[in-house]
């Protein structure tokens, strides 16, 4: 689709509708996987603002990481809101990893205008690859293995954190695999990664909204980096789905729920490359 600088009615009402149908997918992923829905968000908002020529080809990543994060935010606290009344979040990991994901988001909006989007792409494609390859073949960690506490844990919160601040996610893609090689049980992990998305996301997402220049004059959509037509229809369609893909990850079994994470994690590995 081509978006005009002076789109007709029809053009603006095809635009909404699509951000809506983005905002389900996400939300129905991200409660159904705990991830935040940024692996449906970032690619789709990348796509359309770089065939519609609405902001340059420097700014066009950066905006649709900045939109991505700044949705996620509700999205992850939907699906959180849903796993927390299921009594599934490991509190003591959230308590353990949340001021080390809160740096690392809050310094990926300081780097990322920063760093080559090609080599960002293609590192983090090849992290998420192996990590999908893990979960898929269903690889058994130690039963001895626990999660680090104190001090040991800081470079866990402080990567998934980076990354996530980095790609445009909740930081699921990292902390599910994570917690599940300490041996947290699937459910628990993406419970638990569901509700640290909420402070990654919207520390990633303050972080690219101050620390942006002043784009506004050029481009008035805009708050910071963030898109902000594209969040708000995003956003209605990602809080009314998150519930529905929480229900529906609570009747599939462990292995399975593994299994289509690691799809996702491929997907995402191929996005982030193509």
């Known amino acids: 689709m081509s978006v005009k600088a002076n789109p007709s009615g029809k053009q603006i009402i095809f635009t909404i509708v699509l951000y809506l149908v983005v905002g389900l997918g996400s939300g129905f992923v991200g409660g159904l996987l705990g991830v935040g829905g940024g692996i449906i968000i970032v690619p789709v908002l990348f796509l359309l603002f770089s065939q519609s020529g609405q902001y340059p080809s420097e700014l066009v990543l950066l905006v649709a990481v900045a939109t991505s994060l700044a949705c996620i935010v509700f999205t ?3 699906a ?4 927390i009344k299921g009594r599934r979040v490991l ?5 353990r ?5 809160l740096v690392g988001s809050i310094l990926a909006g300081y780097l990322a205008p920063m760093l080559q989007p090609e080599l960002l792409r293609i590192g983090f494609a090849v992290f998420i690859t192996l990590v ?7 690889w058994k960690p ?3 293995r626990q999660l680090p506490e104190g001090i040991r844990a800081a ?4 990567g998934a954190g980076l990354i996530a601040g980095l790609a445009g996610i909740a930081g699921g893609n990292v902390i599910v695999p994570t917690l599940v090689f300490f041996n947290v049980p699937a459910h ?4 638990t990664a569901s509700t640290l998305g909420v402070p990654i996301a919207a520390a990633g997402a303050l972080s690219y909204m101050l620390l942006a220049p002043a784009l506004a004059p050029t481009y008035p959509g805009l708050l910071g980096y963030v898109d902000l037509q594209a969040f708000v229809f995003i956003v209605v369609g990602s809080v009314l789905a998150a519930p529905l893909g929480v229900k529906f990850a609570q009747r599939l079994p462990a292995a399975t729920l593994k299994r289509v994470f690691s799809l996702m994690l491929v997907l995402v590995a191929i996005r982030m490359v193509v």
């Open 142 to 144: 130690s039963p001895n």
């Open 97 to 101: 990893l949340l001021p080390t994901v």
């Open 91 to 95: 509190w003591s990991v959230v308590k």
């Open 76 to 78: 992850s606290a939907s």
């Open 188 to 191: 628990q992990a993406t419970a």
């Open 155 to 158: 470079p866990i919160g402080f």
């Open 80 to 83: 959180a809101y849903a796993q």
């Open 132 to 138: 999908a390859l893990i979960m898929y073949f269903d």
